[in-house]
């Protein structure tokens, strides 16, 4: 009797575990969303295509300036001032010069003792014409005397004036000084004998880079391009202003590269900095996987997707669309045959 009372028991046991897990699972189930019938599709977004380009702060102008002529005096600036247009910058002083205006400063001299004695001797036969008789037989030959003598003295008078311009050139050549061009920063080396070299480089800076003869195409005069220094991540948009129609000369030997330019925010990029350049195209680059045939491609609104046919053409791997999708658009990246025009959707 007992072992039947055990065996009612667990059977007991059982049948209420049954049930409770049959409850469980029946209170799980209501609790299960209930799955989505639409088909799941991988979406992407369209962006611009880009050139990247690797490039260099410079300045707008350097120039190595020319030393005057003679030793250099005195240096007024050091490696890396600053200066302003017409600053003072060395001084040089010509010895030849300096030579030349000793000799004229002599010749000068002498002129004026000369004409000092021919206006002593102008004054004397003056005289002696006033104190003779206008009859008198020597009177005429004075006078004659006297006219050449006169006509000498004016003739020295003009050589003594060209003696004194030149002496006066003379003196302007003797000391020079050397001025900046314009404002900006100078640099100071010297040559293998130990002269002075100075640099002038403008405030003004620029960023340059190359484009291989196959990228030629998609740079023009006047594109916006982004600019991004490496070392501080200070950016600006600015416009292309040069483009090269003639490669490099270091890049002849190779594949030809081609300069191109664009003026940048001197408070923002410094000189020599390294940058990272992005030119925006025109266009969109969509991957071939993403297009059925027909230059079908789907684009994904409100949770539908629309068969579309954008103007594009065919690149290797993937598509460049010029017109029907634009930047910011999302298409499906995955379609298949079975996908249909406003069919509804779920993206990934």
Do not use: C, W
Request: hydrophobic content about 40%; proline content about 3%; aromatic content about 4%.
């Amino acid at each position: 009797m007992k072992k039947k009372v055990i065996i009612g028991i667990v059977i007991g046991v059982v049948i209420a575990a049954g049930i409770g897990v049959k409850l469980l699972v029946q209170a799980n189930s209501a609790k299960l969303p209930e799955m989505s019938q639409e088909p799941l599709y991988t979406t992407t977004t369209l962006h611009q295509d880009v050139l990247s380009l690797a490039g260099k702060i410079e300045a707008k102008q350097v120039q190595i300036l020319t030393n005057p002529r003679g030793d250099i005096q005195s240096v007024m600036v050091a490696d890396g001032d600053r200066v302003e247009q017409g600053q003072a910058l060395l001084t040089t002083n010509d010895a030849e010069a300096q030579n030349t205006a000793n000799d004229l400063v002599n010749a000068v001299n002498k002129g004026q003792r000369d004409l000092q004695q021919q206006a002593a001797n102008l004054e004397q036969l003056k005289q002696q014409i006033k104190n003779l008789p206008a009859e008198d037989s020597d009177v005429s030959q004075l006078q004659t005397q006297l006219n050449s003598e006169t006509q000498a003295y004016k003739d020295a008078q003009a050589d003594l004036a060209n003696t004194q311009k030149q002496l006066n050139d003379a003196n302007n050549k003797i000391k020079h000084t050397l001025t900046a061009p314009f404002a900006g920063v100078i640099q100071v080396a010297h040559d293998k004998s130990g002269a002075v070299i100075l640099t002038a480089s403008t405030n003004d800076l620029m960023v340059v880079s190359q484009v291989t003869e196959f990228d030629y195409p998609k740079v023009k005069k006047d594109a916006t391009m982004l600019v991004k220094a490496l070392a501080t991540g200070n950016s600006q948009d600015t416009k292309i202003n040069f483009v090269a129609s003639t490669p490099d000369e270091n890049s002849k030997s190779q594949n030809a590269k081609y300069r191109i330019t664009a003026d940048v925010n001197s408070q923002q990029f410094m000189d020599g900095q390294s940058v990272k350049i992005k030119v925006p195209q025109n266009t969109i680059k969509l991957a071939k996987q993403a297009v059925l045939k027909g230059n079908t491609v789907f684009l994904v609104r409100n949770g539908r997707a629309y068969a579309v046919k954008p103007t594009m053409t065919r690149q290797d791997d993937y598509y460049l669309i010029t017109d029907g999708l634009k930047e910011g658009d999302k298409v499906v990246a995955n379609p298949d045959a079975s996908l249909k025009d406003k069919q509804k959707v779920v993206a990934e």
